[in-house]
């Protein structure tokens, strides 16, 4: 069974794993962009760092699977109420999503 199907229990845990991966990394940031020593070096020390681009690779990557879930979701609410053609907001869900996650992952590993 996958994500966008059952009970809603897995779509709920996954939303709220990938939240906590976002969090985290947004308390992260905050840190670095708050402290005293806040230079393009220290950033892109931060990013250099092998353990940082995985983290922020799959950070990246399940707040893309999060989005692509939300709007299928969303499509899930509102299809017949707004008679859009069934899968346009996943569709579109997912083009935005790969979009973000390539580019976001091209600046991370280039």
């Not at 806040?38 to 681009?53: D, I, N, P, T, Y």
């Amino acid at each position: 069974m996958g994500l966008m199907s059952g009970n809603g229990t897995r779509q709920w845990l996954f939303q709220r794993l990938s939240n906590a991966l976002v969090v985290v990394f947004g308390i992260v940031m905050i840190k670095v962009l708050v402290s005293s020593e806040l230079s393009h070096e220290s950033l892109s020390a931060l990013f250099a760092g092998q353990v940082f681009q995985i983290y922020a690779g799959i950070t990246l990557l399940f707040a893309c699977f999060n989005s692509i879930l939300a709007g299928w979701q969303i499509e899930g609410d509102y299809q017949k109420k707004l008679h859009i053609p069934k899968n346009l907001l996943t569709t579109v869900a997912v083009v935005v999503s790969l979009t973000y996650l390539v580019c976001g992952l091209m600046l991370l590993f280039r």
